[in-house]
């Protein structure tokens, strides 16, 4: 497919998955209270780190695999042992938390569910990889509205958040074994056809458990890994200051608004999926040319989107909260617009950071995301105790200030780079 109709696509599987998630934080703003947002936000803020690091950033690895360096079944098999590893961690986790009964039971659901979700993630960057963002795109609007209501109808029945995500990790669990298997299949199969080769569905689907191949994919992934563990660690530090601190009302507040940061944030991520693998074929291919043009189009984008956003929170944030949520989360618009700000840097530093993923720069932004972590912590621990909410929105902007520049710093070298063939940092 062309990169035009693969972003197209994506960009609407994206849009509609997203406001399917911003959707359910609207539902329990709406049907609950604060608080069960708080304990909603808690759930994802707990287990989000855990399974991005159990994840390696494999879809990522596979996109951008143009030499075919290994196999699905070895994807898929690393995929499954770090997701069950994650598991046994996030029990662990609730047990030394000491966690209420009804708080530990969402805590584990929540992370069930993603880990049904990043099963589908490795399907999903074999579609990636072929760039046939269509069919990815298929599953995610099947899965965003089907998900939504289901959450919807659970919640609105008993009340109860817990119910809500059982119904979230069920709807997932089904996706993945009669959508995203038959799909990943079709691909697989159509790509070894015109590789002149036979596809056998057995052996070419199932997961390929060779010790050493294994091993050495999750050498080559694991920094990658670490750095998206620390990328959501990065985006929940405020969050548990923020329930440490203020409470879980606060913190559902806080969640509610943060997620208006994702808007614009499906299209960013549309375009960095889609342009990936192009991206990671200009620089295999010593097209330094072609790899900046196309990436500076990208960082254009995300200026003209910063923009946009915090022009909307200005001008319009208090009724848009207050007709996605309730007045109660209106009052907080002034957080709102630092959010905004906020995600303005984010977007421009998400594009560099997708053009590092496509030059497989991948142990250089291990050290670049320690150093951001350390600041965003900092900023937290001194500011939200100070100026609460207020506080996190700003804590949140020294360390996507301190990524803006470090990034910047790694592309300096990458574009000094005469000979970009074969290059690793």
């Known amino acids: 497919m062309s990169l035009t109709r693969n972003f197209s696509w994506n960009l609407v599987g994206n849009v509609v998955y997203a406001g399917c998630q911003w959707g359910i934080l609207v539902v329990l703003a709406k049907l609950t209270s604060p608080e069960m947002v708080g304990l909603f936000a808690l759930g994802l803020a707990v287990t989000a780190p855990i399974i991005m690091l159990s994840q390696l950033q494999l879809r990522g690895v596979q996109a951008t695999d143009a030499n075919d360096e290994y196999a699905f079944g070895h994807y898929l098999a690393l995929r499954l042992l770090t997701t069950a590893l994650a598991l046994l961690i996030i029990i662990g986790v609730i047990w030394v938390g000491s966690y209420s009964p009804n708080t530990a039971l969402v805590i584990f659901v ?32 099947i899965k ?3 998900s939504l209501a289901a959450l919807w109808l659970l919640v609105y029945v008993t009340g109860d958040v817990l119910w809500g995500v059982i119904g979230l990790a069920a709807v997932w669990l089904v996706i993945l ?25 057995k052996e070419e689907m199932r997961p390929d458990f060779e010790p050493r191949r294994l091993a050495h994919l ?13 990328i959501s660690l990065n985006t929940n530090i405020p969050r548990y200051f923020i329930e440490h601190e203020l409470g879980t009302a606060e913190l559902g507040i806080f969640a509610a608004l943060a997620y ?17 693998p192009r991206l990671a074929k200009y620089y295999a291919a010593g097209d330094l040319d072609g790899y900046k043009h196309l990436l500076a ?31 109660e989360y209106a009052v907080y618009n002034n957080i709102l617009i630092w959010l905004m700000i906020v995600a303005g840097v984010s977007y421009i530093t998400s594009f560099l950071g997708y053009g590092m993923t496509a030059a497989r720069y991948f142990r250089v932004q291990l050290p670049l995301f320690m150093v951001v972590v350390a600041v965003t912590f900092g900023a937290s621990l001194w500011l939200i105790p100070r100026f609460a909410l207020t506080g996190a929105a700003l804590a949140m902007g020294a360390g996507a200030l301190a990524q803006l520049l470090g990034s910047c710093f790694v592309f300096v070298h990458i574009l000094q780079k005469k000979n970009v063939k074969g290059v690793s940092l």
């Open 110 to 141: 929540v992370g069930l569910s993603k880990a049904f979700e990043s099963i589908s993630d490795v399907y999903y960057g074999l579609m990636q990889r072929h760039e046939r963002m269509d069919r990815i795109a298929k599953a995610r609007l």
């Open 144 to 146: 965003g509205p089907l």
């Open 177 to 201: 074994l009669i959508y995203d298997v038959r799909n990943a299949a079709v691909i697989l199969r159509e790509s070894l056809s015109l590789q002149g080769k036979s596809f056998v569905d």
């Open 260 to 276: 208006l940061m994702v808007a614009c944030n499906t299209l960013v991520s549309a375009m960095g999926q889609s342009v990936t």
């Open 218 to 230: 999750a050498w080559l992934a694991l920094p990658l890994g670490l750095v998206m563990a620390l």
């Open 297 to 327: 189009r990208m960082l254009g984008m995300g200026v003209l989107l910063s923009i946009a956003g915090v022009l909307v929170s200005v001008f319009a944030g208090h009724q848009l909260l207050s007709l996605l949520y309730r007045h």
